[in-house]
């Protein structure tokens, strides 16, 4: 599977596309989205483009008819691209929202530091008439797949799944398992299984690689480890991981891209 961003510079066309279904979601906790969603929305509208969003979100600016609301969940098969605007905590919320659609995202930072937001506000006009355009071009980005044993349930990752100690002030005991065969036993307080997207996240804080986004591998980085010679480990992409925890006293923590929290035992 794959995340796609969208990025200033490879097909071009002279005119702009219209009846282009553009995508939207938005932080509506930043300070500055409101004032410039609805003008942006409007200037869209106004070029032909069919703007889609959640209803929260229709309901937060007070759209009419002519911006389309629909259920989040169908927003990445309402798009043609996805227009993400706040901060790299939204980018994630919509790249795990589009999963295995592989829609076009393309991130725009309404402030803070944003290593995923590509486009600034001062930009986004400009940049939003190139994409109209087609002058763009598509950057591939890994995603993982996420399942816990004994559910159907599906979590797509664009930077890290963690799985540690959680409120305990204990080590836990882990056994890593690559395609079903066993790989190490870590005594630690976690471990982070990263993409290269988010290799400059948790992982390189916790002392892993930095890895190119366009290569395709996972990280296994275990979290302080009680060790000498233990250290991170780079494995293919097609890898199958199976973490399992030895009987804990108390509850371990899974945390999805950090936004989605587990408690788990």
Do not use: W
Not at 64 to 74: F, H, M, P
Not at 102 to 118: D, I, M, Q
Request: glycine fraction near 10%.
């Amino acid at each position: 599977m794959v995340f796609k961003a969208a990025c200033g510079g490879l097909e071009s066309s002279s005119q702009e596309e219209t009846g282009m279904h553009v995508g939207i979601v938005a932080n509506t906790r930043k300070e500055k989205v409101r004032e410039t969603l609805k003008p942006f929305v409007s200037r869209l509208t106004e070029k032909g483009v069919q703007c889609v969003m959640g209803a929260s979100l229709h309901a937060f600016l007070e759209c009419g008819e002519e911006v389309l609301s629909v259920d989040l969940g169908k927003l990445p098969l309402k798009s043609d691209i996805i227009i993400s605007l706040g901060g790299d905590g939204t980018m994630l919320s919509a790249a795990r929202l589009i999963g295995a659609e592989e829609t076009p995202l393309v991130g725009v930072n309404l402030g803070g530091l944003g290593f995923l937001t590509e486009i600034t506000l001062d930009d986004l006009y400009e940049k939003a008439d190139r994409i109209l355009r087609k002058e763009y071009q598509i950057a591939s980005r890994m995603i993982l797949d996420v399942r816990l044993s004994g559910s159907d349930t599906v979590y797509h990752v664009l930077n890290d799944v963690v799985l540690d100690r959680g409120k305990s002030p204990r080590v836990i005991h882990l056994d890593v398992h690559i395609n079903e065969v066993f790989f190490n036993t870590y005594v630690a307080d976690g471990i982070i299984v990263a993409t290269p997207t988010g290799s400059t996240a948790y992982s390189l804080a916790a002392g892993g690689p930095i890895i190119m986004p366009d290569l395709e591998c996972i990280i296994l980085n275990p979290i302080c480890p009680h060790a000498l010679t233990v250290r991170p480990t780079v494995i293919p992409a097609d890898s199958r991981i199976g973490l399992v925890i030895r009987a804990t006293e108390e509850p371990v923590q899974l945390s999805v891209d950090g936004q989605e929290n587990l408690s788990l035992r």
